[in-house]
């Protein structure tokens, strides 16, 4: 594999090469599995793979939470030499190799931008479409892969690409969870060790909802999930919601639910100091 630093050294390479389809995998690195498993997908599917690791600044709407993100420069490229071949590039941008200005554009994106993570963290989906875009027009990946845990950033993106008209084919791929369910994050590594054992009980608690979608409606869902999570010491739920999965619109009761599409069950929670977000396909039938 090769480190390219800047613009021009990984515009190079990707021109050397010039293999197609190109696979892009965005990062903001301290890697873990579920990102590794994007790049398999990627590397399954793609003879050349651009992995970017870059801690977008725009998209931190705290700046204490910007300061504190974890890096781990070495353990990611460890990670990545067993998984790249030798044609695949991880790009390592600084802040003004992406924004050598302020990026002033300002997205739009419906309803996307009215639930959820867009209601507790203001202007994120906005820093997530300036860096998306920006890294598009640079790797000019045909496919890229995203994750289904941020899954409202893989809705914004998709409605990005229609919006902008790229050609980029977008897919996302399956959350990897760690033995005892809970979602793989860069984010988990800052848990404290009591919360970190408590922490099953989100997917725990996000897993009931199926059980429970047969037998009661939308609000008694809502109020048993919030309920057995803020019933553990050190856990509190900001959001859960059961939406669609391309206008994510919430559900306030059972008759909304509209044949042909499908829903999950979205939850943010506070975890000690750490907020957490995690997701699970709801079946209907
Ligand atoms: P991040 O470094 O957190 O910005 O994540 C980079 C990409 O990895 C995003 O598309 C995430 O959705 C994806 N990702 C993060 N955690 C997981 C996971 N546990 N399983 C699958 N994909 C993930």
Redesign the pocket.
Known sequence: MKVSRTIIELQKCLKELSLSPVGF???????????I??VKSAISQCPIVVIS?FV?PTQFNDKNDLKNYPRTPEGDIALLKNALRETDIVFTPDVKEIYPEEDMREFHFGNLDNVMEALHRPHHFNGVAQVVSRLFDIVKPDIA??????FQ??AVVKALVKQTGDKVKIT??????EIDGL?????NRLLDPGIRNRASIIYKTLSSANSMIGKYDIPEIKSYIKDAINNVPGFNVEYFEIVDDTELIPLTKKTDIRKGKRYYGCIAVQAGKIRLIDNIEIRLV
């Not at 995998?25 to 990102?35: C, F, N, R």
């Not at 979602?183 to 984010?187: E, T, V, Y």
């Open positions: 995998v965005p990062t903001m690195g301290a890697l873990h599995e579920g990102h498993s994007l690791i977008n892969f995203f994750g289904q845990k941020d950033q893989l996302g791929n399956p959350i990897i969870r979602a793989m994050s860069s984010r």
